[in-house]
């Protein structure tokens, strides 16, 4: 079973509301800036949860593919199977996150742990130049600010918004 972070349920929920799918733009309400948002989408495409399509003289453009034509990305049937998998599961989200600036080492924290693996404490300290204490106490600034990280044991790995506890 295919699990969905709180962000990426998020996505494919307001995908989903939309007439073809059309995941561009995304919500205006997510916690993380626009390069979190980027990240997370390659991981939805990755997983086929959504899919590029060329895009329409409405639709938002993804990326230019390489003969000029402008792509945007479409919910999959998959994308809507996980959805509605995902459907009974509780989000660990305690409220509304505050959104993070961006270009700051907290943004940095936020783009590492919406990966699909989420990250190390020591690919997060490598990143933001911090001791593990420092990168700790960050993650419990994240909690305190509505985001739901949470520490998977068998990877020991940081997570953000998992809904399943694993």
Known sequence: MSVLTAIQRSILTHAASHRGGAVLPPPDDLPVNRGAVTLVLKGLLARGLVA????????AVWRT??????VTLALTRAGRQALAAGAGEKTTVV???????SGTKQAVLVALLVREGGATLAELQ???GWLPHT???ALTGLRKRGFAVERRADSRAYVLDSGDGQ
């Open 52 to 59: 590029e399509r060329p895009a329409g003289q409405r639709a």
């Open 65 to 70: 593919a390489d003969d000029g034509r402008p």
């Open 95 to 101: 409220g509304p996150a505050t959104p993070v600036r």
């Open 126 to 128: 490598a990143a933001t």
């Open 135 to 137: 990168v700790r106490a």
